[in-house]
Each structure stands twice: as C-alpha cells, then as structure tokens.
C-alpha cells in the first residue's frame, strides 16, 4: 500500500515541476505601438491641392429680363401708304427671310410701276434716235451739237429708268399689290397690322417686328449699391420661373452708364445663346453674379475641408510623410470655392482625398 502511494506522489510533483518549467520557458511579448503614422507611399497614393491667391468674389443675386439681340432683330415700317389687303402671319409666328408677310393696294405702287413703264419707253426711244445721229453725224448731215444733244438724251432717260427700277425693287409687288417682306428668318415679335387697316408711310408706328431668336439678351437691374461690385466680363447663372431648373450662363458684356428716373436702376447686359428657342422675350429671369470684390485671399476647394465641432480644418503636407491638421477661418465662400481670412498662404499644398480618415487618426 505505501510503495504504491509515494509513487503516485511522485508521479503528480513531476507533473507540477514539469508544467511550471514550461510556463516559465516562453518570453514574455513587447507591447506593439498602436500610434498611426503617416508614411510617404501613403501620401503618394492621395491626391493634393494647392492654395491659390485669386481675388475673392462675392456673389449677387439680381432680377432681370429676356430681350430680343438688337443686332438679329428688325422693325419693318410702311414704304407706301395704302390698305392693308391680306395679313398672312400672326404674333409669335416663324417666318423665313423673303416670305410675304401681307399685301397693299397702293396707288403709289400703280404711280412706280408706270414710271418703270414709262422711262423704259425713254430709253428705247432715246437709244434710237441717238443711234440715227451718229449716222448723220459720221456722213455730215448733222453736227456735233446734235450728237450731244442726243446722247445726254439718251443718258438722262436711262439715269430715270435705274431710279424707277431701284424704287420698284424696294418696294416689291406682285399680282396682288405691294408685298411687304421679311428681310430675316425668325419670330414675330410684334404686330400692328390687320386686314383692310389703312396704312400712311408717314406713320412711326412700325406693322411688324421680327427676331431671331438663338441668342437673346438678359437685361439685368442694378441698384446702385450693387454698381461698384459689377464689371464687363463678371460671369453670370440665370434661371428663369419657366425652367427652374435649367441654369443659363453666360458673361456681362456691356453696362449701361445711366439710370432709370423711374426705378432707380442701372442696366447690365448678358449675350447668352437660347438652344430650341427656349426663353421668349419679356420672362422674368433670376441673376446671380460672380463679381470680384478687391480683395486678394487665398482660395481652395471647398472639398478639402473638414468641418468638425463647428470649426474647419485642413490637413496641410509639410514634406515627405509629415502632414499636420489645420484650422482655418473661411471668409466667403462662392459655390465650390472657399476663400481664407486665417489659416492658409498661397503656395502651401493640402490633402485633397480621404482627408477625413486623416483628420480623424490624427486627431487622437
């Protein structure tokens, strides 16, 4: 009984001798520095931007409205007096250029046409006697006096016959009288006309109005504390009630140096181009200008800042694999374009991707 027992004994203390000899055995591991760093192929693989010194903008919301291009637009007035006969085209109609817009009967046109008639009949009657005269002349049977009598004739009746045909070509007529004619393909914009209306050629009021309508102006109203701030070549985004969501832009390219006594308004104008026709002279329009306010600052994307804690921040490149956060003061800022008052200077370079995920194991 008591062999058996020690070298049970025995046998447990080997086990606790052996187990606590390979507890002992393993080395104990180094703590691992969980700090993040910021390595140079790290840097490499993000993309960087570069702090630019522009002069700031500020942008001004104006009202304004659509106008037809004064230099693709025409008033036709009455050459010849008479009563309008047939009126072929309505307001807002398209037209093309040499399309009759309406007919006359004019007794003027009758008084043309017969002097066509009747200086042609000059010309023939002088061209032939002048011709009978050089035969006299050539065989002593006349003198030199009536040969220049002759061709001064002839002469004066085909200065006449020009006059009568320059007038008969400006204005046109046809079977069914004077034609009056549109000199241009576009709009009818206006229309002071109607069937059997007398028509004076002394009346200022014009019968139509045509446009073409691919580019229009924007005539834009500029009260006088927004006059300063506006230059010719400020670019400008219009929308209009018709098209919300449409944005048409284009640059100013004239100021009117005057004001209205009525409104108190000075005029800016914008030549932009109206695919399909779309804005139509007299719609309201909405304006904003990006003009220049005279002060140099520095400006980055507004994509590179990082807004925390209602405080903005830039992660700013020093060199290879150093980058620090930095905050900064935002002056204005004009759509995609932020300009600094504090913070920044133009030259220094910043991460322009991922930079939150900097931000926020830097921070820490």
Known sequence: MFPSYKILSLGL??????????CTHHPQEAARDEHFQVTDSLLKSLLTDTVKAENARTEITLTGSIAPDETKMVKIFPMV????????????????????????????????????????????????????TEDLYKSGLASEKDLEQARSDYDKAAAENARAGSVMSINKSGAKGYEIQSPLSGFIIEKNIADNQQVRAD?????????????????????????ANVQVGDQVQ?????????VFTGQI???????????????????????????????????????KSGANLPAISTNDIVFDNNKNYVIVIDGPAKVHIQPIEIAKRVEDVAYISKGLAAGQRLVASRQVYLYESLKD
């Open 203 to 227: 009346n200022t009021t014009n019968l139509f109005t045509i446009a073409d309508l691919s580019t229009v102006y924007v005539l834009i109203n500029m009260y006088e504390s927004d006059i």
């Open 238 to 246: 219009i929308t209009t009630l018709a098209y919300p969501d449409r």
């Open 81 to 132: 007096s008479g009563i309008a006969q047939s009126v072929k085209v309505q307001l807002g109609d398209v037209v093309s250029k040499g399309q009759i817009l309406a007919t006359m009967r004019s007794a003027e046109i009758a008084g043309f046409n017969r002097d066509v008639v009747s200086s042609e009949a000059d010309v023939r009657n002088t061209k032939r006697i002048l011709s009978s």
């Open 253 to 291: 390219d004239k100021l009117f140096d005057v004001l209205d006594p009525d409104n108190k308004v000075m005029r800016a104008r914008v030549r932009i181009e109206n695919p399909n026709h779309m804005l139509k002279p007299e719609m309201f329009a909405n304006v904003k200008i990006h003009a």
């Open 13 to 22: 203390a080997t086990i606790i001798i052996v187990g606590a000899t390979s």
